[in-house]
Nanobody, 123 residues
Framework: QVQLVESGGGLVQAGGSLRLSCAAS????????MGWFRQAPGKEREFVAG???????YYVDSMKGRFTISRDNAKNTVYLQMNSLKPEDTAAYYC?????????????????WGQGTQVTVSS
């Protein structure tokens, strides 16, 4: 069992930056594939980025170059650094943990989810 708690969301102007954190409980954090997702009002949840236990990173194309996912296994924490934020990045951001499997982090089934943190980007 893994419990995930996100933090770091808030209100920022377009062009600004935020760093989201996701703290995980449990002794097996380092074995999970970790992912960040987001959901804007009226839209489906979408995958943002993922990172393997060994640190390999995966992004959807629209996030490449602006968002960076990282993890600190010693701190049981995964991060999402978001730069050059745009109003369309406004959403609730969720971290999730997957036991892994075949496919890219975007294709995996995620077993544990945090409660989300709101990011609002003003124009």
């Amino acid at each position: 069992q893994v419990q995930l708690v996100e933090s770091g969301g808030g209100l920022v102007q377009a062009g600004g930056s935020l760093r989201l954190s996701c703290a995980a409980s449990g002794r097996t954090f380092s074995s999970y594939v970790m992912g960040w997702f987001r959901q804007a009002p009226g839209k489906e949840r979408e995958f943002v980025a993922g990172i393997s236990p060994g640190g390999s990173r995966y992004y959807v194309d629209s996030m490449k170059g602006r968002f960076t996912i990282s993890r600190d296994n010693a701190k049981n924490t995964v991060y999402l650094q978001m730069n050059s934020l745009k109003p369309e990045d406004t959403a609730a951001y969720y971290c999730a943990a997957s036991n892994g499997g075949r496919g890219t982090p975007q294709q995996l089934k995620y077993d544990y989810w945090g409660q989300g943190t709101q990011v609002t980007v003003s124009s």
